[in-house]
């Protein structure tokens, strides 16, 4: 008789002690291979919830983690990219402060030459692509940020480059004549000076006039169209005298011209003869006014007018100008910066009052009139139009003073598409010559109307110039790109080329390069330095405005913050991958361990199964019995 079926591998006690093993091993052998404890969710045991969790978790950090990596590239891309930039706008300076001003063939000195290879490199940085973005397109980011060189000097069909625009505001601005001025004699022993038109952007302006002229009457600037009055009376100058003018110019700049009275004869340059009496004296003066305004127009002017025509071609800014009106003095006069913004008849004030409680609202913020004792946003109802136009300037912001010239205010702004003014008391508004609501020509700038060396405004030229910024234009321009880098902090790090610091760069080398003068003109050589003048100056950052470094600085932020992120997140990563190693992960060693201690149980059962199954009852029978 055998025993198998108490100790056979399907006996209940023994045989299922000896599977069980089995199993065990087949589990434990499992989890030395995969380093997990289960293949189920159920044989993880109770805290595989915290481990779900946990890796959800986890994914969303390794999400956070590429879109850091992806930014960074980005950012250090753009640093890279305003670095040469910058580099290159600093070469172009120096060439023009320090390069000889000789002229070539071409119309050009070698140090803008240079700049027509630099403009193309400028424009290719501009259009650096990092993946598949344009850096500096806002969140155009699929565009290209800025047209070619050749359609930003030279046009593009239809549509005029900077070169054509440059050479409108030129003749616009009388540089071939007197720079739109107007020189007579109304009587034979004075001379007058005036501008052509009241109000018209172009050409000199007359700013200030002094004179040490003996017996002389000098009045001025006044009137509309402005202009000044020399009266020498019946007595002559004495040898050394001297009158000045000084003008403001269409960029910004001021000249002057500066007459000596002189007896030698010829008269040195710089001066005039003194005649034998006041009358052929006077001729003297008129004539040399004509030759001294006319070398100022066809020199300085000259590269103020192009410098003047790449602000209308690049920038955002523009202007809103008023009608002629008068005071109510009497005789009324064109009102000047000194009328008052109130009074009486006879006096220098406007035509109709502003009162206690009238506001005028700029770019939504209001100016309100008080009688007296004006503090922040208020105005006296007795302070003048200047007064006035600073407080509107500090609300525009505005990099250029808003001006009154002939009875004619032009308001400034640097963001033409935002300048709107209005007033609770509209009559009063139109005292000063303004409508309803008061807006800027949106730019960019033309020449208005022909001939154009009679035009007297500047027109939106969008239908008819190039567009030189072709990316997304936004408020913010850092906030035209934003990425989520943890759940709950963003960063910014968008960028644009019509940024007031890239832009300037831009501008600065275009106009520098664009310019081309006659190789053998008499005033060429004193119309590049000017030029050259200016563009060093322009391309020299100037206080109050915006650098590349700030620009570098914003990305330093953003990237700084990242850092922080990436920090932190490293340390929660290390603790959520702890969790779900402790969790659903077992120890190699462990289960080594494990697996030996098993199979020497399993070796020792099995050989005592096989002992057992070998006997039988006979085999503990006595023989013979």
């Keep these: 008789m055998a025993i198998n079926g108490i100790i056979g591998p399907g006996g209940s006690l023994f045989g299922q002690a000896v599977q069980n093993l089995n199993t065990q091993l087949t589990d434990l052998s499992t989890q030395l291979a995969t380093g997990e404890k289960s293949s189920t969710y159920s044989g993880m045991g109770v805290g595989e919830g915290f481990a779900i969790a946990a890796r959800s978790q986890l994914a969303s950090i390794s999400a956070f983690t590429d879109t850091i990596t992806n930014v960074n590239t980005t950012i250090n891309a753009a640093n890279t990219a305003l670095q040469s930039l910058s580099k290159i706008a600093g070469q172009v300076q120096s060439d023009a402060a320090s390069t000889p001003q000789g002229l070539s063939s071409s119309g050009q000195t070698i140090a803008q030459q240079n700049a027509q290879a630099e403009l193309t490199s400028l424009v290719g940085i501009l259009n650096t692509q990092a993946g598949d973005r344009f850096i500096f397109s806002g969140s155009a980011i699929n565009t290209p940020s800025v047209a070619t060189v050749d359609n930003i000097l030279n046009g593009n069909g239809t549509q005029a480059g900077l070169k054509q625009v440059i050479a ?19 009587i034979p022993t004075s001379v007058s000076v005036a501008e052509d038109v009241a109000g018209s952007p172009f050409g000199l302006k007359l700013s200030s006039v002094s004179s040490s002229l003996t017996g002389a009457t000098v009045t001025g600037p006044s009137g509309s169209p402005a202009g000044v009055s020399i009266s020498l009376g019946a007595t002559n100058p004495n040898p050394g005298d001297q009158v000045s003018l000084i003008f403001n110019l269409p960029d910004g700049t001021t000249a002057s011209v500066q007459l000596t009275a002189s007896s030698a004869t010829p008269p040195p340059t710089g001066s005039f003869a003194i005649g034998a009496t006041p009358t052929l004296t006077a001729g003297n003066l008129t004539a040399a ?11 300085t002017l000259v590269a103020a007018s192009a410098v003047a025509a790449g602000h209308n071609f690049f920038d955002p800014a523009g202007t809103g100008t008023g009608s002629v009106v008068n005071n109510q003095a009497a005789p009324p006069a064109p009102i000047t910066g000194a009328t008052a913004l109130s009074g009486v008849a006879g006096t220098d004030s406007l035509s109709t009052s502003f009162a206690p409680n009238d506001t005028i609202t ?3 913020t209001p100016i309100t009139f008080v009688a007296s004792g004006a503090t922040g946003n208020q105005l006296n109802v007795t302070d003048s139009i200047q007064t006035l ?3 509107i300037d500090s609300i525009t912001g505005t990099s250029t003073p808003s001006t009154i010239s002939g ?3 032009t308001l400034h702004t640097d963001n ?10 509209a009559p009063a508004l139109a005292a000063l010559g303004f409508g309803p609501t008061v807006t800027a020509t949106q730019p960019p700038l033309r020449v208005s109307g ?3 060396n009679t035009a007297t405004a500047l027109v939106n030229g969008s239908a008819n110039t190039v567009s030189w910024y072709t990316g997304n234009s936004g408020p913010s321009p850092r906030g035209s790109s934003t990425a989520r880098i943890d759940s709950s902090i963003s960063v910014q790090y968008g960028a644009q080329a019509n940024e007031q610091a890239i832009r300037a760069a831009l501008e600065g080398v275009a106009v520098f390069a664009a310019v081309t003068t006659s190789p053998t003109g008499a005033n060429s050589a004193a119309q590049v330095s000017a030029l050259s003048e200016r563009t060093a100056t322009n391309l020299t950052p100037q206080p109050g405005q915006q650098t590349i470094s700030e620009i570098q600085t914003d990305f330093a932020v953003a990237q700084n913050t990242m850092k922080e992120a990436s920090a932190r997140q490293s340390q929660t990563q290390t603790m959520l991958q702890n969790i779900v190693d402790q969790t659903e992960t077992v120890s190699t060693q462990q289960v080594a361990s494990e697996i030996l201690a ?17 006997l039988t009852l006979t085999k503990f029978l006595l023989p013979g019995g």
């Design 168 to 186: 409108e505001r030129a003749q616009a601005d009388g540089t071939a004549g007197l720079g739109r001025l107007v020189i007579t004699q109304p």
């Design 289 to 299: 006014l004509n030759t001294a305004i006319g070398t100022l127009a066809n020199t």
């Design 362 to 364: 700029v770019n939504g």
């Design 389 to 391: 136009l600073s407080k």
């Design 407 to 409: 009875g004619v205010i």
């Design 416 to 425: 033409a598409a935002s300048l709107s003014v209005t007033s609770s008391n």
């Design 450 to 452: 022909l001939p154009l």
């Design 598 to 614: 098993l199979q020497t149980t399993l070796q020792a059962s099995y050989q005592t199964t096989s002992m057992l199954a070998g």
